[in-house]
């Protein structure tokens, strides 16, 4: 099983996802940025075909583990399916209710809600910019909170994964003036990545 | 069989009957469909308000943020959700729960679809609204539950306060927190003096009682951060947070002042008249350095600061101190008040009513004089400053 995995993603077809998702990518901080009205720096979006086994070990060498962190996820489904989670350092929701344009004295309800907004918002716009790539159109399940104020390491139990591989694509974003900073990790499941190297093959054939 | 609706109003057959409320507004905010839910729950009806503004006809709507939750859409061609743990409800509807529900107007979860038009471009913006009223009924209930559960889990049931298995995972956790950050953590251990005698003279009931006020006082002088529990018969733990070694000595004697300063009266006594208990404690306490190993390692360096305070005469606080270079610092001041041990009851004769020995620490502590002390002991690496009074 886990060779058919590893083999149906060839590099050929990591190298055009990447440059896809680069492009959907910048796409969706273009238009987060003039929606938010602010500057936002992107990484360049890392893809790795991960084992639930090592899932936790894959994400704190691509998050880091030195901070708390609160995770909204959201599903995404029809064509693709997965989920996409949001990363939020803790002691961020400051800045990131002004750029909300929230209360300053949130209460712990109206500062969850901020973060399944802007969650649903970062998730949403990388997703949809990835997806109109290949001129798919998904659905979205509401956000939810995932964990508050956890470390990377703790954000999964291993022992509660319902699967064993799965495509990881991971980006993340700072704004110019603001301390926070936020990543977005897109996981795809088993069947999605069978899905999605079809598609490669015919993104590969258009160009 | 009859002859099959065509597909066009068979959908409008589905969008008037679904449960489920579905609006359409442009970037106008005028509203182009409004299905029978809506017109139902509002009563307005679907002709009185096609090509209104949807904020003329629903001035209760929160209008700025509704403006800017579509708006969102319209920009980033993006879904959007409300849900009603956060926003209760979007339109004052009633609900199927009139009576039972205990909720005023009906739950919402909302989605706001970007709809596309004729153009390609996002034109429409649909809103689908759910009842959620019975959910919500639900999901307070597991709450409660919860919290319900939780407490009795994490509690002691005498004393009220966290019991020992919540103390350590707890202490685990800031142990983590604090070794991480590279922030300070003390940890308290406490233990009532010939806590024994209190149950041998006055029974069981009336030493049940002293725990409780004993925590009750201990409570009452912590911050909202420090965390104190019971860890065992008569033996407490309170964890200090971003508190060093120095401030949580203070703290501290400053417990320990808060007990035996002033007598536990115990007021539901037949046998005795209210009789005054004076209680006090040893205390033992040691902060987080650098090489400490575990949480485990805190708690046995605080007993065996607590062993010192014992040994020295009891109503005492030391802490454990390790010195690396054999250097001594200044131990911390305190000034306690003396205070009898057991004040004699209201009725004289404890003896007379029950058949027991006067007791232990009556006579032991009753006769000393009071005065502050403060001692060094050195035993190996280790020093133990100890402050309180005989």
């Known amino acids: 099983m886990s060779e058919d995995f590893e083999d149906l993603m060839t590099n050929e077809h990591y190298e055009v996802l990447t440059e896809v998702v680069n492009i959907g990518m910048g796409q969706a901080g273009d238009s987060l940025a003039r929606f938010l009205g602010v500057f936002i720096r992107l990484s360049i979006p890392r893809i790795k075909l991960v084992k639930a086994d090592d899932l936790r070990k894959q994400l704190v060498e691509l998050v880091g583990n030195d901070v708390e962190v609160t995770g909204v996820r959201q599903a995404f489904f029809t064509h693709w399916y997965g989920e996409a989670i949001t990363l939020f350092d803790q002691g961020g929701s400051k800045d990131l209710a002004k750029l909300m344009h929230y209360p300053d004295d949130m209460d712990k309800e109206t500062e969850k809600e901020l973060f399944l907004d802007v969650g649903n918002l970062l998730s949403g716009a990388c997703v949809n910019g990835v997806s109109e790539q290949f001129g798919i159109e998904l659905n979205y399940s509401p956000p939810s909170i995932l964990s508050q104020n956890v470390f990377v390491e703790d954000l999964f139990a291993a022992d509660k994964m319902a699967w064993t591989h799965s495509l990881l694509m991971e980006v993340n974003f700072s704004m110019e003036e603001y301390k926070f900073k936020s990543h977005l990790l897109i996981m795809m499941t088993e069947e999605s990545i069978e899905t999605l190297a079809k598609d490669l093959e015919r993104f590969m054939e258009r160009y | ?390």
């Open chain 2, 1 to 390: 069989m009859g002859e099959l609706p065509d597909k066009l109003s068979l959908l409008q057959v589905i969008i008037d009957r679904v449960s489920v409320g579905i609006v359409v507004v442009d970037r106008n905010h005028n509203v182009v469909l409004w299905n029978s839910f809506m017109e139902n729950y509002s009563e307005v009806n679907t002709e009185d308000i096609i090509d209104k503004n949807l904020f003329d006809s629903f001035p209760d709507l929160p209008k700025n943020w509704l403006e800017r939750k579509i708006q969102n859409v319209f920009v980033l061609k993006n879904f959007s959700f409300t849900s009603w743990e956060h926003r209760p409800y979007l339109f004052k509807f009633q609900h199927n729960r009139p009576i039972t529900g205990g909720a005023d107007y009906m739950r919402q979860n909302c989605t706001f679809l970007p709809i596309k038009g004729d153009s390609g471009d996002i034109e429409y913006v649909c809103i689908t609204l759910f009842d959620a009223t019975d959910i919500s009924i639900y999901e307070n209930m597991l709450k409660e539950a919860i919290k319900t559960l939780a407490r009795v889990s994490n509690q002691d049931s005498l004393t009220g306060v966290y019991n020992r298995r919540y103390l350590e995972l707890s202490l685990s956790r800031e142990f983590n927190r604090a070794k991480r950050y590279g922030h300070p953590l003390s940890v308290v251990i406490f233990d009532l003096d010939h806590f024994k005698s209190i149950n041998d003279t006055y029974g069981h009931m009336a030493g049940d009682e002293v725990l409780k006020e004993a925590s009750k006082r201990i409570n009452i002088a912590l911050r909202d951060s420090d965390i104190l529990g019971r860890y065992g018969g008569e033996e407490f733990v309170v964890i200090l947070p971003e508190t060093d070694l120095n401030s949580a000595h203070i703290i501290a004697d400053r417990l320990r002042e808060k007990l035996a300063d002033e007598p536990i009266v115990y007021s539901k006594d037949v046998l005795f008249e209210k009789p005054e208990i004076t209680v006090t404690a040893s205390l033992g306490l040691t902060a987080m350095r650098e090489d400490t190993l575990d949480y485990q390692t805190m708690l046995q360096e605080a007993d065996s600061a607590l062993y010192q305070s014992k040994e020295g005469g009891r109503n005492r606080t030391t802490k454990y101190e390790f010195v690396s270079d054999g250097s001594v610092s200044a131990p911390a001041v305190s000034a306690p008040a003396p205070a009898p041990a057991i004040t004699a009851p209201k009725t004289q004769t404890i003896e007379d009513q029950v058949e027991s020995e006067p007791v232990d620490v009556d006579s032991e502590l009753k006769d000393v004089a009071f005065q502050e002390t403060s001692e060094l002991i050195q035993d190996g690496n280790v020093i133990y400053i100890t402050i309180g009074h005989r």
